[in-house]
């Protein structure tokens, strides 16, 4: 099973992830346009490193 489950609310998620003092974000591609409306200041305080396929995400994951 190689399906990813769609993220409806991406800039809810990156911005408690940026006040929770995390570094880091993995989201899918399909929800990185929802990130245009991340303030600038959290743009800066968490990395988001977008991935097409599960095995992609485990792989960034393990690059960590």
């Known amino acids: 099973m190689d399906q990813l489950t769609p993220v409806y609310n991406a800039l809810a998620i990156a911005e408690l992830a940026a006040e929770k ?6 989201i899918p591609m399909s929800a990185r346009k929802q990130l245009f409306g991340l303030p600038d200041d959290m743009v800066t305080k968490v990395d988001t490193q977008h991935y ?3 095995s992609e995400a485990l792989l960034k994951a393990l690059g960590d």
């Open 21 to 26: 003092g995390a570094s880091s974000l993995r």
């Open 52 to 54: 097409g396929t599960p």
